[in-house]
């Protein structure tokens, strides 16, 4: 997880800024998979990791929060093993919908291209702009 995380894609858009540009360490993946076993205990936001046949992490998807109304996702992935984000964000969907959700949304980065590719593919619709400066993003949604 560590070594995805530090991946140049993943990194810029999820780490640089609260890590102050230094590496993505060890401790952090540790305590990511740490807060995913309480969050689900606690069923605060629920993080399904994606493992490779071999059992090591290629990425995960996650619903960040227990409201059914409308839920944001989040998903990363190594870069290594292309393919398999539109289809785990369509099964996330479906999960969430046979647990009662009614609809999901997300934000990517304007200039995330793949990600917008991915959303769009998993039957996401663009409502538009969300956030300013550094945090403008492009908003999705799905209803369930």
């Known amino acids: 997880m560590t070594r995805i995380c530090n991946e140049p894609l993943i990194y810029d858009f999820l780490f ?3 890590l102050n540009g230094a590496p993505y360490p060890p401790e952090n993946a540790r305590h990511f998979l740490d807060s995913a076993v309480a969050a689900w205990r606690d069923q605060t936001h629920f993080v399904f990791l994606i493992q490779r046949l071999d059992g090591s992490i290629a990425g995960n998807v996650d619903v960040l929060s227990p409201n059914l109304d409308a839920a944001e996702i989040g998903y990363w992935a190594t870069s ?13 969907c479906d999960l969430a919908r ?4 009614r609809s999901l949304f997300a ?4 200039y995330n ?7 769009r593919r998993a039957g996401f619709e663009d409502v538009g702009l969300a956030g ?8 999705f949604i799905k209803a369930l």
């Open 98 to 101: 046979r647990a009662g959700y």
């Open 107 to 110: 934000h990517t980065r304007t």
């Open 16 to 18: 640089r800024r609260n």
């Open 113 to 119: 291209e793949r990600s917008m590719a991915v959303l």
């Open 132 to 139: 300013s400066g550094e945090d403008l993003a492009r908003k």
């Open 80 to 92: 290594s093993a292309p393919g398999f984000m539109t289809p785990a964000v369509a099964a996330l």
